[in-house]
């Protein structure tokens, strides 16, 4: 079962910043939060991950909270090419598997 | 760079045929994962390889599926017999090596229909 929690959906107006939520409140201190993004038609696309510290590449940026019970995406600039179904996943522990388990995510809407 | 590239995009046939799902992943990673998609069941994890070796095939759903890798190049998804209930987005991934620190790259999938 996802150990995540995420609204449904969101809408975003074009070149602003997208902030996408994500509640993790049972993550073990082992376990790293990762996003994945879905295109329609496309496969899951990775987009950054993390275990403790916030983390930045050219694609987003990943905040987590010190307590690591939430994180937040943050797509800087929207574009219409971003809208697509966002996964936060809770990556289950390597000697347990390292399972990557897809929960329902966050359809994200650009809007021009 | 090449992606995970997964053939054939599309498959539709009847019930009863075998059908035979190919991934290359890519080249270097020890890893490979296959997936399956459907709107009732979201993404589920199949079987994954390490090195060409099958290590966990616990999410296979029936003795009807059956997964190779013969190198590291190359590995297949068999259904024999196919049931319409395999209707799904069959997705492949790789990984560069095993750990929770190491992102799953996914192909485009193949869109199976069986009539």
């Known amino acids: 079962d996802a150990k995540t929690t995420q609204p449904p959906s969101m809408d975003c107006a ?14 073990s ?30 694609m987003a940026s990943l905040i987590i909270t010190e307590d ?5 995406l943050i797509l800087p600039h929207a574009t219409l090419r971003d809208t697509a179904v966002y996964y936060c996943i809770v990556r289950v522990d390597e000697n347990q598997g390292g399972k990557l388990i897809f929960g329902q995510g966050t359809e994200l809407s650009v809007k021009p | 760079d090449a992606g995970v590239i997964q053939s054939p995009r599309h498959e539709v046939t009847e019930m009863g045929q075998e059908v035979t799902l190919r991934c290359k992943p890519i080249s270097g990673h020890d ?28 999410g296979m759903p029936e003795d009807r599926f059956s997964a190779k890798m013969p190198n ?9 017999p196919s049931e319409p209930r ?13 750990g929770s620190n190491q992102p799953q790259h996914f192909g485009d999938g193949t869109r199976l229909s069986i009539l």
């Open chain 2, 31 to 58: 890893y490979l994962f296959w997936y399956r998609q459907t709107m009732m069941r979201g993404l589920e994890l199949l079987i994954y390889f390490n090195n060409n070796v099958p290590i966990d095939d616990s």
């Open chain 1, 29 to 58: 201190g082992n376990e790293y939060v990762y996003w994945y993004r879905q295109i329609h038609s496309q496969g899951p696309q990775y987009i950054i991950h993390g275990l403790k510290n916030n983390e930045t590449n050219e």
């Open chain 1, 68 to 72: 690591r019970k939430s994180s937040t």
């Open chain 2, 72 to 80: 590291a190049s190359f590995s297949t998804l068999k259904i024999q």
């Open chain 1, 14 to 27: 074009e070149g602003r910043a997208a902030n996408l939520p994500c509640n993790h409140s049972t993550i």
């Open chain 2, 86 to 98: 395999d209707s799904a987005v069959y997705f492949c991934a790789s990984s560069l090596r095993w």
